[in-house]
């Protein structure tokens, strides 16, 4: 694959993520992350079903495993030691799987990160073998310090979880992605197409989100147009954009040949 995300040393084509919840069912989940073009979903294992309650609709019925990668998430977790078993309980379910979303919070009402416990259960789970994916704030020295303990993606907030407000400060996003030699992923805030795109044209590696397509009125035909923003943003950070100033007088068309205008003469 030509330009490649690779997170723990597996390569994607797609760099949107897409998590799982808020949709109205399975079937509705289902089309929105095939319009996505996602190759990787994250799941909310504290409140969504994929084996551990049997005799309910499972999420691995609607997106098989063998088609996409599970990123299981600690949504809802507050502490340390509740993002770790949960993470736990999710390997035993996934038979074994090790990529995870770490994410623990401060309160549940701005749902920002609590940067304390989020270090310590990175750390305990590197330890257990887990490759951590970790929401964090956009804090250059926090990502510094969640990669050096090993965290195999830093994933700061743009603006906090399903607010839509976009990305605030990409100038702390920018500083992450200049010392970053992980993959550095926009996690949170993104409530429209054009939120991905900035995200990408600062060098955001990818951009995961799921309000902003579960919230919309068409979930579907927001999926489909995330793609192509995640797509067009990277492709314009490849290009290269032009400089930005506040007025030229250099002209768009070619002027080698032509004839020029008589000047007026001086009196």
Not at 4 to 16: F, H, Q, T
Not at 91 to 120: C, I, Q, Y
Request: charged content about 20%.
């Amino acid at each position: 694959m030509k330009d490649a995300l690779v997170i723990a040393g597996k390569a994607y084509s797609s760099r949107l993520l897409v998590g799982t919840g808020k949709y109205k069912d399975f079937a509705e989940t289902r089309a929105a992350v095939e319009a996505s073009g996602a190759q990787i979903v994250t799941v909310a294992i504290r409140r969504t079903n994929i084996g551990q309650n049997a005799n309910e609709p499972s999420l691995l019925d609607a997106l098989p495993p063998s088609k996409f990668t599970y990123l299981p998430n600690t949504a809802g977790c507050y502490n340390a030691a509740d993002a770790v078993r949960t993470l736990r309980l999710a390997r035993e379910l996934l038979d074994g799987h090790s990529l995870v979303k770490l994410e623990v919070l401060g309160d549940a009402h701005t749902l920002f990160p609590n940067m304390p416990e989020t270090l310590k259960a990175a750390e305990q789970l590197v330890k257990e073998g887990f490759q951590v994916m970790v929401y964090c704030s956009d804090d250059p020295i926090q990502a510094q310090m969640l990669e050096s303990i090993g965290c195999v993606a830093v994933m700061p907030l743009a603006s906090l979880i399903g607010s839509g407000m976009g990305i605030l400060n990409p100038w702390n996003l920018r500083l992450i992605i200049e010392k970053a030699k992980v993959p550095v992923l926009v996690d949170a805030g993104v409530g429209t197409a054009s939120d991905a795109a900035v995200a990408m044209e600062l060098g955001c590696d990818g951009v995961l989100m799921n309000t902003a397509i579960a919230a919309a009125k068409d979930p579907v035909l927001m999926a489909q147009a995330m793609r192509k923003a995640v797509e067009a943003g990277r492709e314009a950070f490849l290009a290269g954009r032009m400089p930005k100033k506040l007025y030229s007088a250099a002209p768009s068309s070619p002027t080698e040949g032509r004839i020029s205008p008589s000047q007026p003469k001086a009196a």
